[in-house]
């Protein structure tokens, strides 16, 4: 994984819709004002997208998202 300075790891395949629903808002969550992706905001999204989903989805489902990087 060298050059790349952040990383969003699953530990599990996306097959069921709460995974879908996190990672889609953690997408929506790295678009910034302009439109465009912004990688500088992985982790303040991934935060963001469980956080937003953490009634919806069981804590066993939420711990295999990952952040690694800045």
Same mark, same amino acid.
């Given at each position: 994984m060298p050059r790349a300075?952040? !990383?969003?790891?699953?530990?599990? !395949?996306l097959c069921n819709s709460p995974d879908f629903? &996190? &990672?889609s808002a953690f997408y929506?969550?790295?678009i910034d004002g302009s439109g465009r992706l912004d990688c500088r905001r992985a982790a303040v999204s991934l935060h963001e997208a469980v956080k937003?989903? !953490?009634?919806?989805?069981?804590?066993?489902?939420?711990? &295999?998202? &990952?952040?690694i990087g800045i």
């Open positions: 300075p952040t !990383r969003l790891s699953i530990s599990l !395949r629903a &996190v &990672v929506d969550n790295m937003k989903l !953490r009634k919806e989805i069981p804590f066993e489902q939420q711990i &295999v998202f &990952v952040h």
